[in-house]
């Protein structure tokens, strides 16, 4: 699982500002070492003042630098304050993941650090250890402060654009597409109708409550396979579990036609295994609970954020038709996305060909009670977003699989037709 962690580490936002600090504080100190080596004859253009003047500069650039970052970010998280309760707290998610917020934060925090570092190796006569000014790693800090300025200015740019209801809404799309490609990428075997895996032989239970956000599935296939039997997740990933109740259910492995010859002969002359048999631990490590939903392997998540956002338009207070249609329109390039894709459950076999795990997946009826009804119950007196919303499920059910047309046509019931405008595209 340590893929795992490094990911977690890498994908948070502290990281890239912790590495631009120490990176800075080994540039100052190795400057300051070569400088005493006479790095500073050997290129030219230097700062040349003493160590009152270096002092000075070095001062400025540091409590300038700590008082600028303060305000620049104050100003950012009061802005993304009201960004989220405009559109939806769910968003906030996405700046705090943004890479170009995590590096304009490090290179501000690494100019602070650099200057104080080359500070500290500064001496005057009063020292005893003789006059020493580090001129190389002084002129540097002042290229620090150029690249703060350019990186404040692409940086300003960058969240002004960012908090644009469209940017806003394309980042969630892009995001939650990806996804269902990553998802259906490579043959995925599902299973519809009724799958009866055999008696429950032990259950594993959540450590701790939250929501599923992802699950490791090779890692629960190979101890399965070790172990002899059958796991089959019980929630899904999104669902929240609280702290004892099932996470995994052990069953006897699969016999029959979705066993190769043999393996099942061998798998029933096997005792089935005991919980004190099973790397429990390893177990529940393999499926990720956080105290918020994530777009690791959670679609729903991302329709869930488009379809606030549309909803909250639609609310009284703010009235913004056109923002609503705008999330229906990435609502509607999702879910034709799900609707072209065989749903129900997810079955994962090791190598010999035998079935060790079962991985329930949300069906259509979860994605459009997400995707369309909220909105739908909102929209009774907008005729544009009816129109919209009924374009859509027609669309919808022109390109959807055959089983998922009877859900669409259902819906499209739902919507009311009096009223509705020749065209939504205005």
């Not at 104080?116 to 540097?140: D, H, N, W």
């Not at 599902?190 to 701790?208: C, K």
């Not at 997400?370 to 129109?387: E, K």
């Amino acid at each position: 699982m340590w893929r795992s962690r490094i990911g977690a580490i890498w994908a948070s936002f502290w990281i890239i500002p912790t590495l631009f600090a120490v990176g800075s504080i080994g540039l100052a100190i190795l400057l300051a070492w070569l400088d005493e080596w006479a790095l500073t004859r050997l290129l030219p253009s230097m700062f040349s003042g003493g160590p009152d003047g270096a002092r000075a500069v070095l001062s400025t650039i540091a409590s300038s630098m700590i008082t600028f970052t303060a305000l620049v970010f104050s100003i950012t998280i009061v802005v993304l304050q009201l960004t989220s309760s405009q559109f939806s707290p769910r968003v906030l998610r996405t700046f705090l993941r943004d890479r170009l917020t995590q590096i304009a934060l490090g290179v501000f925090i690494a100019t602070f650090v650099y200057a104080l570092t080359v500070l500290r190796s500064v001496r005057g006569l009063e020292s005893g250890r003789g006059k020493f000014v580090p001129q190389t790693a002084v002129t540097i800090s002042f290229l620090f402060v150029l690249l703060s300025v350019a990186v404040f200015i692409v940086y300003i740019n960058h969240i002004a654009n960012s908090i644009r209801v469209a940017c806003i809404l394309a980042s969630v799309g892009a995001e939650t597409r990806s996804l269902i490609e990553r998802r259906s990428a490579g043959p995925v075997e599902v299973q519809r109708g009724v799958l009866a895996p055999g008696p429950v032989l032990d259950t594993i239970r959540a450590p701790r409550s939250g929501y599923v956000v992802w699950v490791r599935e090779k890692s629960l296939v190979r101890a399965a396979r070790e172990a002899g039997c059958l796991l089959v997740l019980v929630p899904r990933v999104g669902d929240f579990v609280a702290e004892g109740t099932p996470l995994l259910n052990v069953c006897p492995p699969a016999r029959g036609a979705a066993e190769p010859a043999g393996v099942s002969a061998r798998s029933g002359s096997r005792t089935a295994p005991a919980a004190n048999d099973l790397p429990v631990k390893a177990l529940t490590r393999a499926v990720g609970i956080s105290v918020e939903r994530t777009m690791d392997q959670d679609v729903a998540f991302g329709l869930r954020q488009l379809a606030d956002i549309a909803e909250r338009a639609l609310s009284p207070s703010m009235n913004d038709e056109t923002t609503a249609v705008q999330a229906i329109d990435q609502i509607h390039d999702t879910l034709h996305r799900i609707v072209t894709a065989p749903l129900e459950r997810r079955l994962h076999r090791d190598s010999a060909g035998c079935l060790r795990l079962v991985v329930p997946e949300r069906e259509l009826a979860d994605f459009l009670r997400i995707g369309f009804d909220g909105i739908n119950r909102h929209s009774t007196a907008s005729p544009r977003v009816l129109g919209r919303l009924r374009s859509m499920l027609l669309d919808l059910y022109g390109a959807a699989r055959p089983e998922h047309r009877g859900l669409l046509l259902r819906r499209l019931a739902l919507v009311r037709l009096e009223g509705l405008p020749e065209s939504d595209d205005c």
